[in-house]
């Protein structure tokens, strides 16, 4: 995630633009470290957005890297060999 891609997010949830400028120095000058942006949220009355405790998730960049299976499609309809 980009720092335009945070900007525009937290755009979105209403962030104050001041506030979000002070995120994104944060992170330029830290590094992005989506749980401690979400703390930052909270402490100013704002919900999280990058992490869910419920579900237990962290939005980061190293799901990309994740392998996946990949399954065969299932055909319904008959296949007829020659």
């Not at 909270?42 to 919900?47: I, K, T, V």
């Not at 405790?53 to 060999?81: S, T």
Request: glycine share 4%; charged share 35%; with cysteine.
């Amino acid at each position: 995630m980009t720092f335009q891609d945070i900007r525009v997010t937290l755009k979105a949830i209403g962030v104050d633009d001041d506030f979000s400028e002070i995120l994104i120095q944060y992170c330029r000058e830290n590094g992005i470290n989506y749980t401690q942006i979400d703390e930052m949220l909270e402490y100013e009355g704002y919900q999280k957005i990058f992490t869910d405790d419920f579900f237990g998730w962290v939005l980061n960049d190293d799901d990309e890297e994740q392998e996946y299976e990949y399954y065969e499609k299932i055909h319904h309809k008959p296949q007829w060999n020659e």
